[in-house]
């Protein structure tokens, strides 16, 4: 047998990192190196001799943990969220640098929610009207969600570039926020719900039907096999890939 991937786990006591914790110790390819946590120095990383780190933190850590691994030949899997068009530009660059490094930004590592995004942008081209709504536990400190920004600007690419106009909305007057927010012409509302997890509908509405595309994660297991494809395929993908569907063959 080949010799187990040296990985090692950033915000490995939150929801998202215990749980990463738990599937990479019982992968007999993979071996934790770290576990680590807020209190941990990045310095800790390099001595774990990790070939590859899962970055599972908090919006305002994420990018300067990602640079500090590319930085040092650390490949990384990425679920944290907050990586907008900027960030993702500075990490592109900075990839330029350190070729052979290799990042994986992932949105949303449960299959079937990459599936949603993609069946959503795919008949996006099709409908009048589209409107998003995201579900999620109150836990969550940023609103809305990366999968919610990630699929609204793959529906709004894909009906810009079919020259379908914006949404019909005749709303003259409305409270702060009740329509929720606009993401590249998308409108996208976020609701947080004790009892909920990580959840997703897409409305799509023409005359006399609607399309919903929904996805629900109900236990954060559902995240656990998108983390270990990411883990093991992150060295092979040198550069920037942005979403999980980068490592699957959703045409098959
Ligand atoms: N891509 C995906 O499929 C998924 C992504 N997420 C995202 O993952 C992130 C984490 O989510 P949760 O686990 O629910 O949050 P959480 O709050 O339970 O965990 C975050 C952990 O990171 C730690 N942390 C904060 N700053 C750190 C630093 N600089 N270095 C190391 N650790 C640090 C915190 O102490 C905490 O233990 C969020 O951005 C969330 O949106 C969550 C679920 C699935
Ligand atoms: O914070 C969460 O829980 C989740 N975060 C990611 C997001 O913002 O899209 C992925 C999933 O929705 C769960």
Known sequence: MTHAIP???LGASGRMGSEAVRAIEAAEDLQLVAALGRADSLQDLVASGAQVVVDLTVPDSTEQNVAFAVEHGIHAVVGTTGWDAERLG???????????????????FALGSVLATAFAARAARYFESVELIELHHPDKVDAPSGTAERTAALIAEARRDAGVPASPDATRTARDGARGCDIDGVRVHSVRLRGLVAHQEVLFGGAGEQLTIRHDSF??????PGVLLGVREVAGHPGLT???DGYLDLQA
């Open 242 to 244: 942005v979403g999980l």
């Open 90 to 108: 500075r990490l592109g660059n900075l990839l330029d640098q350190h070729p052979g490094v290799g990042v994986l930004i992932a949105p949303n």
């Open 7 to 9: 990985v090692a786990v």
């Open 219 to 224: 236990h954060r297991e559902s995240f656990m």
